[in-house]
């Protein structure tokens, strides 16, 4: 179920969404800004959004599926990263009502999933559950990061 709706938030909702708003417009130009619109939208918004609220309302499922940590002692903190992802994911879905926030919505979470996900890659044993979300958090990196240099250098 995992993987599942990693792959629909990271990469079909936002494929979609970019292709439905690209065939009412095909401009090529604009392909990257509508790139960065909806992945912000579905990869940071609806994805961190929702993994917060797992993160504060079911903990273990964090500390024990992805990171190993069978104890309580890790439930506290990781209530605290589930708090700091679905502000990540507010700003991320208010993203489509206020265009401005896209860019400073894709460098946070840029910054986010890059350390995240370089982490994950620097853990020796990871189980099922974290290569998924060491591979969706360096994709994001990747995704939001080409979409940023697109506006810097436009």
């Known amino acids: 179920m995992y993987l599942a709706i990693i792959v ?11 292709l439905a708003d690209y065939a009412h417009s ?40 992805i990171f190993g940590i069978a104890g309580d002692e890790a439930l506290p903190l990781i209530r605290e990263l589930g708090i700091a992802n679905f502000a990540l994911g507010v700003v991320g879905v208010a ?4 265009p401005s926030f896209v860019l400073p919505s894709a460098i946070a979470a840029a910054i986010f999933y890059g350390v ?22 360096l994709f994001a990196f ?7 240099f697109s506006v810097w250098t436009a």
């Open 26 to 65: 095909p401009d090529p130009v604009m392909l990257m800004a509508l790139i960065g619109k909806w992945f912000v939208f579905w990869g940071v918004g609806i994805r961190l959004g929702l993994a917060g609220l797992r993160q504060f309302f079911q903990p273990r499922f964090t500390a024990v599926e």
């Open 95 to 98: 993203s489509i009502a206020a």
């Open 116 to 137: 995240a996900g370089f982490r994950h890659l620097a853990r020796k044993a990871m189980n099922r559950n974290e290569n998924i979300a060491m591979v969706s958090d």
């Open 8 to 18: 629909l938030l990271m990469l079909v909702l936002p494929a979609a969404s970019v």
């Open 142 to 148: 990747f995704v939001l990061a080409a979409f940023i």
